[in-house]
């Protein structure tokens, strides 16, 4: 196939950029935070270290859990390349043309796509959904660990010793905690942590995947989709497949 004059696209809109670069900054702190925190007992971190550690994973936890609605909620209203249709792998034909694009990819014949390309949409589709098991787990883990919203006050309230203020209670201080409640709680609370914890490592290893995948589809379709990122144009010297209109 004779390529043609390399063109400009239009293709990421500035809130989805903001979105995704948002969730890389959130994403790389988590990861760094929570990895101290795991390992603070070798690590000599103290008790109150390990309260500013976790109180500051979870500011940047609220960041991340905000900038994802809102990029759920940007699916309905933004651009054609943001919205759910080019997003998600639910468009009629999709498996057809899933297959089609990794024939073609194998064989080093594949034509570009402005949006996600159909392993791309999977693949996204995968990262959402964990990425929101996530941030639920994280915030109940807020909760049950140092009384932080959306659900601090009624875990203090339930540990709290009869005639005690649950507000009175603060984390690593067992003060004014009703010991059976407070087991109960910590047996409530273990399933989320063992979620959260498998969580971290299978979106860890999710993103060295979506790293991959970008790297193999700049090679092969040669569709400029980092820079795409940054500026929101996608310089192509084929007639992208899904252009100029998808499914709204």
């Not at 696209?9 to 760094?32: E, I, K, Q, Y």
């Not at 498996?95 to 034509?111: I, K, N, Q």
Request: hydrophobic share 50%.
């Amino acid at each position: 196939m004779e390529n043609k004059a390399l063109q400009s696209h239009d293709v990421w809109d500035a809130p989805t950029r903001l979105f995704h670069w948002t969730n890389f900054v959130c994403f790389l702190a988590l990861a760094a935070i929570g990895t101290v925190i795991l390992y603070g007992k070798p690590l000599g971190v103290s008790s109150d270290g390990k309260v500013l550690l976790k109180t500051i994973h979870v500011w940047f936890g609220y960041i991340f859990t905000v900038n994802l609605v809102l990029r759920i909620a940007w699916m309905f209203v933004g651009n054609q390349y943001a919205r759910r249709f080019a997003l998600l792998p639910f468009r009629k034909g999709y498996w057809t043309e899933f297959l089609a694009y990794l024939r073609g990819f194998s064989r080093s014949d594949v034509r570009p796509y402005l949006g996600h390309n159909p392993v791309a949409r999977a693949i996204v589709s995968l990262l959402i959904i964990m990425l929101v098991i996530q941030a639920l787990t994280g915030l109940v883990l807020a909760g049950t660990d140092i009384y932080y919203p959306p659900f601090g006050h009624w875990i203090a309230a339930w540990i709290a010793a009869p005639g005690s203020d649950p507000s009175s209670i603060v984390p690593y201080d067992k003060t004014g905690v009703d010991p059976v409640s407070w087991e109960a709680m910590r047996s409530f609370r273990s399933p989320f942590i063992t979620v959260h914890y498998w969580g971290f490592y299978a979106l860890l290893a999710a993103a060295i995947t979506h790293i991959a995948g970008v790297v193999a589809v700049e090679l092969r379709e040669r569709s400029s989709i980092v820079s795409a990122m940054i500026a929101g144009r996608k310089v192509l010297d084929q007639q992208p497949v899904d252009c100029p209109d998808i499914g709204k």
